[in-house]
C-alpha cells in the first residue's frame, strides 16, 4: 500500500499543473521559405505556459527537440484534433519523433510540472522542429541544423553549462568513424574555454560527446 502510495504521489508531482492549460499563451511556429528545420526560444513562469503551433501534411516526417534550462520543465506534443498527448515529456523525455505525420495543426505544449509551478519557478527552453518528406513519401533526413541543435543539447548538461555557451563549427563533417561529427568549443566562464566534438552514426543519430581538451571536462 505504502508503495503504491509513494508511486502515485510521484506520478502527480510530475504532472503539468491542470491550472495552467487555462494560461497558456499560443506561439504559431514560423519555418522561413524552402526551410524543413526551425527553432524558437521561450520562456515560461509558474503556471504559465506556452502552445507551440505547427503546420505539416500526412505523410511526412517530424522530429522535436527540446532543451530547457530547468529539470522541472516539460514539453508534451499533440496530434491535429487530439486531446491525449501522442508524447508526454515527463515519461518519455525531450525528445518525438513521428514518422508519418497526420495533416493538420499539431500542438507541442511546455509547461512546468505540478510543484515547480507551484513554485513559481522559471524555465528558458529551446525548442526546434524539423518536418521532412515529401507527403506520402520518405523523409529526407535529419537536417544539419537538427544535428546542431543535438549537440548542444547533449553538451550543455555534460560540461554543465546552457546551450547558448556551446559555439559550434558552421558545417557538419565526415567522422573518422564513419559517420559524422561536429567540433566546438565551450565556454566555461573561469575555467577557459574546452574543445569538444559531437559524434553522429551514418544515419544521422547521435552517438556521443567527446571532450577534446586534454584536461577533460
Do not use: W
Not at 506556452?50 to 511526412?60: R, S
Not at 518525438?96 to 513554485?119: C, D, H, P
Not at 573518422?176 to 573561469?190: F, S
Amino acid at each position: 500500500m505504502i508503495a503504491r502510495l509513494a508511486i502515485a504521489m510521484t506520478a502527480l508531482a510530475l504532472a503539468p499543473c491542470p491550472s495552467a492549460f487555462a494560461q497558456d499563451r499560443t506561439v504559431p511556429v514560423r519555418f522561413q521559405p524552402g526551410a524543413t528545420a526551425a527553432s524558437v526560444k521561450g520562456t515560461v513562469r509558474g503556471q504559465q505556459g506556452i502552445n507551440y503551433t505547427f503546420e505539416t501534411t500526412a505523410g511526412q516526417t517530424l522530429q522535436v527537440l527540446f532543451t530547457p534550462s530547468n529539470r522541472s520543465c516539460t514539453v508534451n506534443v499533440y496530434a491535429p484534433g487530439a486531446d491525449e498527448a501522442v508524447h508526454i515529456g515527463s515519461v518519455a523525455g525531450n525528445e518525438f519523433g513521428q514518422t508519418a505525420t497526420q495533416a493538420g495543426t499539431y500542438r507541442a505544449q511546455v509547461s512546468l510540472v505540478r510543484n515547480a509551478a507551484r513554485r513559481n519557478e522559471t524555465c528558458r527552453h529551446t525548442l526546434s522542429i524539423e518536418i521532412t518528406g515529401r507527403p506520402g513519401g520518405s523523409s529526407a533526413g535529419v537536417s544539419d541544423a537538427m544535428l546542431r541543435d543535438r549537440c548542444r543539447a547533449e553538451a550543455a548538461p555534460m560540461y554543465g553549462v546552457a546551450p547558448r555557451r556551446i559555439a559550434l563549427a558552421s558545417s557538419v563533417g565526415p567522422s573518422a568513424e564513419g559517420g559524422l561529427q561536429i567540433d566546438g568549443t565551450v565556454d566555461k566562464g573561469r575555467e577557459g574555454r574546452k574543445k569538444l566534438r559531437c559524434l553522429f552514426t551514418r544515419e544521422r543519430g547521435f552517438d556521443r560527446v567527446m571532450a577534446m581538451t586534454p584536461d577533460g571536462r
